[in-house]
Nanobody, 122 residues
Framework: QAQLVESGGGLVQAGGSLRLSCVAS????????MGWFRQAPGKEREFVAA????????YYADSVKGRFTISRDNANNMAYLQMNSLKPEDTAVYYC???????????????WGQGTQVTVSS
């Protein structure tokens, strides 16, 4: 099974943008759906976005819809989360995940990256 490795987090001012990247190393996640979750201090991990293997289905949390875009480059074993118009409440550790069955809750997602910190200042 491939390992998910995330990058792209950092500190950004409110209204700014970041792009998170997730690469599958040591193999592929061919046929898997990809998603992004986040966990803010003092909060439970929450769903952010997901995209199916072929891209036929895409889902976003209401809190990020219209601001975030999930994409993937299957040929290069990459997934991305483009985050625009960032708000302080977007501050969290962001996790890339993979699942064989699409879900908007985190439990069925069995493959996770290490997380990358996103901090949005006001």
């Amino acid at each position: 099974q491939a390992q998910l490795v995330e990058s792209g987090g950092g500190l950004v001012q409110a209204g700014g943008s970041l792009r998170l990247s997730c690469v599958a190393s040591g193999g592929t996640f061919s046929g898997y759906h990809m998603g992004w979750f986040r966990q803010a201090p003092g909060k439970e991990r929450e769903f952010v976005a997901a995209r199916s293997w072929r891209g036929f289905s895409t889902y976003y949390a209401d809190s990020v819809k219209g601001r975030f875009t999930i994409s993937r480059d299957n040929a290069n074993n990459m997934a991305y989360l483009q985050m625009n118009s960032l708000k302080p409440e977007d501050t969290a550790v962001y996790y890339c995940a993979a699942t064989s069955t699409m879900s908007l809750i985190d439990e069925p997602w069995k493959h996770w990256g290490q997380g990358t910190q996103v901090t949005v200042s006001s």
